[in-house]
């Protein structure tokens, strides 16, 4: 089956440590996303990468860090500097200006 | 202004009932239309895709966009409970790959 996996679906993290989503896609698309969604507030664009060794900052990158070493893999990291991390985090794909698609979320906790 | 303003609801109908769902939006560029239905603690899933103007019906679902407004609109016909999600509207302008502008969400809830 063709689709997006992101893991882990629950994730703690305590304060000051750096923690890292995974998000793998085997759908052949060249973009990849990162979205926050947190109550009352829509997603927000953390990072975005249209092709391989590239990506782009989004509307909310601060305390996030990006990496895109394969075309299937585009994990996000969620550093010690950013203080409200607690959120629902969502990946996504697309290809070209078709429908995006996504993963099935990390929910994020600090402990 | 936001680039996507979207009522978050809630909206409770009986089941049965026609739903409507909006969205407006301030960037003309905008091209591509989706809505999203998301239940609680999963990642949203597509429900139609447009481009431009003009009208899709799948199934239950209509979507209508109307670039000259700025609005775009899903319809469900005879809603059911298992409708009741919360329903994104997103869209991107034609320039390949770029990311996708939500509203914040309807939350809809069908009663039986």
């Known amino acids: 089956d063709g689709g997006i996996t992101q893991s882990p679906k629950y994730l703690f993290r305590k304060e000051g440590q750096n923690v890292t989503l995974s998000c793998e896609q085997n759908l052949n698309h060249d973009a990849m996303y990162w979205y926050r969604q947190d109550p009352g507030q829509g997603l927000r664009l953390i990072y975005y990468s249209q092709i391989v060794n590239d990506f782009q900052k989004g509307d909310i990158a601060e305390g996030y860090s990006v990496s895109r070493e394969k075309k299937e893999s585009f994990p996000l990291t969620v550093t010690s500097a950013q203080k409200n991390p607690t959120a629902f985090y969502l990946c996504a794909s697309r290809a070209g200006d078709t429908e995006a698609f996504f993963g099935q979320g990390t929910r994020l906790t600090v402990v | 202004q936001k680039e996507v303003e979207q009522d978050p609801g809630p909206l409770s109908v009986p089941e049965g009932a026609i739903v409507s769902l909006n969205c407006t939006y301030s960037?003309?560029?905008?091209?591509?239309f989706m809505w999203y239905r998301q239940y609680s603690r999963k990642g949203p899933e597509l429900l139609m895709y447009?481009?431009?103007?003009g009208n899709k019906e799948d199934g239950r679902f209509t979507a209508q966009v109307d670039k000259s407004s700025k609005y775009i609109s899903l319809f469900i016909r005879d809603s059911q409970p298992s409708d009741s999600a919360t329903y994104l509207c997103a869209m991107s302008a034609y320039s390949g790959n770029t990311p996708l502008v939500f509203g914040k969400g309807t939350r809809l809830s069908v009663i039986a």
């Open positions: 960037n003309s560029a905008f091209q591509y």
């Open positions: 447009t481009y431009s103007s």
